[in-house]
């Protein structure tokens, strides 16, 4: 029987996205460029479902019932165009190619541009969850056309990780949309890893716990409005012991973090849309700096405060205040990325449902967090949200924290312990609450030295002033 759905690229990704499909009940045409591939899925799962296994593109093509549904999960960037250019000539109208890749948005609209001038669609699709996510279900953004999603969506939902009965996919918009959110995506993800790194150092530093019990704190925490994935995993990383020298594992690893690059994506997009996303900036220059062991070095000899750890009850204030500091920046980070999302939405045309991203990332993807549903329920009560800081029971919950949050921030700055996404989360936050900001004084600075010119509070219009005459103002 013909394939209702085809896979080339059968890497990890690939291979355990194609075996999702297959276990999920479809006919899975399967192709590699190097056919061992090929032939070892074959070999270890075939016996999982149904597999069309094809050496050469247009056996792989002929294998696919119409409209053809084709995934592509190769390496992102130039191998995803050589597939496409490969591919192309061999489809007809009407058939959809879905990237599944973590491509560039950018490079997305201009596949999906290119493709639809011949009748194809281009499914640009962003795939959160890792090799695991692949297999049992993982987060899905599709971008594309409705057409191409009426055609695809049904079977990405059906593959998709499950919360509450509900997939964990959804159409995200046109083009580059889905790869767009993806992007985001792992932005808030280093941003919510950073705030927790924060966290354990003032536990450790501040607080004086050890690893295994600060394992213990965030076990506590993930039962509570911290609950996720990525607090679940920290405590499995702290409560874990190196097995060679017998001294807690995090205490073996070198302290310099590496990326991959999707948020430095995300902050270079942030500054091309003109969103704010500091927490998510912080975060990779957080890693960044880790890894200037030559700048480090240079300065470890700069003066700071030595204080011993807090003690007894303080210690123990401390730690709850940590809680609520890293809810309250967790909060604002996630806010951050979803006004990026809305920023781009508006400058692209995109009509993107912002309750639906939060409903998608609730399983699958390494963001996973209970605290997703309530980002939900804040846009289904009130879609044009400007911010998610203004949704009420948000701002409640920032409102209860912000005394502990304000403590954590000066403790860490007191006790010389570096805690940049706390930090700039509660600048945001006050940023956003302030009447007035010094903004005022840097727009003067520039009509001062550029003519660059200013409105005023009390009256319409563009003013200049003369600073180099007699200061008179001018209307502009
Ligand atoms: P890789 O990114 O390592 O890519 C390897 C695959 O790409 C192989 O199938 C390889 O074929 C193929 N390939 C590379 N260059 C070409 C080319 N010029 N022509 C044809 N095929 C080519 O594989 P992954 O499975 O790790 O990831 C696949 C995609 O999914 C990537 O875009 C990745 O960014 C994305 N992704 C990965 C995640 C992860 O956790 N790994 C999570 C989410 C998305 P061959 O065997 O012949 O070399």
Redesign the pocket.
């Known amino acids: 029987s013909p394939a209702s759905i085809g896979v080339?690229?059968?890497?990890?990704?690939?291979?355990n996205l194609a075996r999702n499909f297959a276990r999920n009940g479809y006919t899975v045409a399967v192709h590699?460029?190097?056919p061992?591939?090929t032939r070892s899925l074959i070999e270890e799962f075939g016996h999982e479902g149904s597999f069309v296994p094809a050496e050469k593109p247009e056996e792989f093509v002929a294998a696919l019932e119409r409209p053809r549904r084709l995934v592509v999960?190769?390496?992102?960037g130039?191998?995803?165009d050589?597939?496409i250019d490969?591919f192309v000539p061999l489809l007809d109208a009407g058939d959809i190619v879905i990237d599944?890749?973590?491509?560039h948005f950018e490079d997305t609209r201009r596949r999906e541009a290119a493709l639809r001038e011949r009748g194809i669609h281009f499914v640009g699709t962003?795939?959160?969850?890792?090799?695991e996510?692949?297999l049992h279900g993982?987060s899905v953004m599709p971008g594309g056309s409705a057409e191409a999603y009426a055609a695809v969506g049904p079977m990405l939902e059906k593959i998709s990780a499950h919360v509450d009965g509900e997939p964990c996919c959804t159409h995200i918009g046109p083009d580059g949309a889905g790869h767009f959110v993806k992007m985001v995506h792992n932005g808030i993800e280093y941003a919510d890893m950073q705030l927790i790194a924060e966290a354990y150092d003032l536990l450790r530093r501040a607080a004086g716990r050890g690893p295994a019990q600060i394992a213990d704190i965030f076990r506590r925490w993930n039962t509570g409005m911290l609950n996720s994935y990525l607090i679940e995993i920290t405590a499995e990383v702290l409560a874990h012991t190196d097995r060679e020298t017998g001294t807690p594992f995090v205490d073996v690893v070198a302290d310099a973090a590496e990326q991959?690059g999707t948020g430095r994506w995300t902050v270079q997009t942030a500054l091309d849309v003109g969103a704010p996303v500091p927490g998510i900036a912080e975060a990779v220059f957080a890693r960044s700096l880790s890894g200037h062991t030559d700048l480090r070095a240079a300065a470890r000899r700069l003066p700071g405060p030595q204080k011993p750890a807090l003690t007894g009850q303080d210690a123990d204030r401390l730690v709850d205040r940590v809680e609520q500091a890293l809810y309250a920046s967790k909060i604002v980070s996630y806010a951050q990325g979803w006004n990026m999302i809305q920023t781009a939405a508006d400058q692209f045309g995109w009509d993107i449902d912002l309750g639906a991203v939060a409903r998608i990332w609730r399983g699958g993807c390494i963001i996973r967090a209970g605290f997703l549903d309530e980002i939900r329920s804040a846009y289904a009560a009130e879609p044009g949200l400007p911010t998610l800081l203004a949704d009420e029971e948000f701002a409640r919950r920032l409102g209860e924290a912000q005394d502990a949050w304000r403590a954590v921030v000066a403790t860490a700055a007191e006790r010389s312990i570096p805690t940049p996404g706390f930090a700039t989360s509660l600048a945001y936050y006050d940023g956003l609450r302030a009447d007035r900001l010094p903004a005022a004084l840097v727009q003067a600075q520039r009509d001062y030295f550029g003519a660059h010119t200013y409105r005023r509070v009390d009256r319409e219009g563009t003013f200049h002033t003369e600073w180099s005459g007699d200061r008179s103002e001018t209307r502009r």
């Open positions: 080339t690229g059968l890497a990890v990704m690939g291979r590699n460029r190097t061992a591939r999960m190769v390496k992102a130039e191998p995803t050589a597939v490969e599944g890749g973590n491509a962003g795939v959160s969850g890792g090799e996510g692949a993982p991959k």
